[in-house]
């Protein structure tokens, strides 16, 4: 592994202005990457509710990457449970859509890494005198998408903090995804929700005096773009393109578009490693 992170930081080096000579043989041929991502997580993927046209931090950062490459885009909208089987069959030749780098998933996958998140407890705006701190849904009901790496990371988080200081548990519920969590607060179902802490500022934004976060991300984690394991040439290629977009500046200014610059990452890492 470290001596392909070697090879990997000198193609990384190499790469400047946009062409395709890093890219699989069938990429070029097809002038395209067909890109599984699934439009409900915003301010990551998104779509207008006017004009119903896709948008997102990972959109933009994804069409930046293709062009840097010289080549184009094809969105496959795709089911969360769905992409990796969709990636491994061929049906995709990449996953960009809000995807935590998990070292579970890297049996499968390899990353390329581009932003850093964390997961987050938030509350109803009513019930913001309620709950304070982190530890105050100890005992309470919080929903999350079940589809995530929240559930267990909340369970986690419950034993060290609320359990094992004599307080009862954080009553985890799975729910389809984080728009339904966020329809069960507002219906008084569940006590809190927990979802990705890049999407809270924008969802903030978005109803305002709706919610309210509570405390600060409780897991640090990786959002990686995911290639197939025998994919090196491609994952590569996006490495190279992703160093170059941030020598250019334009990766800090897709950041800066949705408020995001504290998630950026300060360099190229694949699987959550650095390459130097």
């Not at 025998?230 to 992703?242: N, Q």
Request: proline letters at 4%; a neutral charge.
């Amino acid at each position: 592994m470290n001596r392909h992170l070697v090879m990997l930081a000198a193609l990384c080096v190499a790469a400047t202005a946009a062409n395709a000579e890093g890219l699989p043989e069938r990429i070029k041929s097809a002038g395209k990457v067909v890109v599984a991502n699934q439009a409900n997580y915003p301010p990551m993927e998104y779509k207008d509710p006017a004009t119903n046209k896709l948008m997102g931090l990972d959109i933009d950062l994804g069409l930046a990457l293709a062009k840097q490459l010289g080549t184009t885009v094809e969105w496959s909208d795709i089911g969360f449970e769905q992409m990796v089987s969709s990636l491994t069959t061929g049906r995709v030749d990449l996953i960009h859509s809000g995807m935590s780098d998990l070292p579970t998933r890297r049996d499968t996958l390899d990353f390329v890494d581009y932003m850093k998140s964390g997961a987050q407890f938030y509350t109803s705006f009513a019930r913001k005198d309620e709950f304070k701190k982190p530890t105050d849904f100890c005992g309470k009901i919080v929903g999350m998408s079940r589809r995530t790496s929240f559930p267990d990371e909340t369970a986690k988080w419950s034993a060290a903090n609320c359990e094992a200081k004599g307080l009862p548990a954080v009553k985890v519920v799975g729910t389809e995804g984080s728009a339904d969590a966020r329809a069960q607060l507002k219906q008084g179902r569940v006590d809190g929700a927990v979802q990705g802490s890049e999407t809270l500022p924008y969802l903030l934004s978005l109803e305002k005096d709706t919610y309210t976060v509570v405390g600060e991300p409780f897991t640090a984690v990786y959002q990686g773009i995911g290639f197939a394991k025998k994919d090196t040439e491609l994952r590569d290629a996006y490495a190279a393109a992703l160093k170059a977009l941030m020598a250019s500046g334009e990766y800090k200014t897709i950041f800066a578009k949705y408020g995001l610059e504290g998630a950026m990452l300060d360099g190229i890492y694949v699987n959550a490693q650095a390459v130097k």
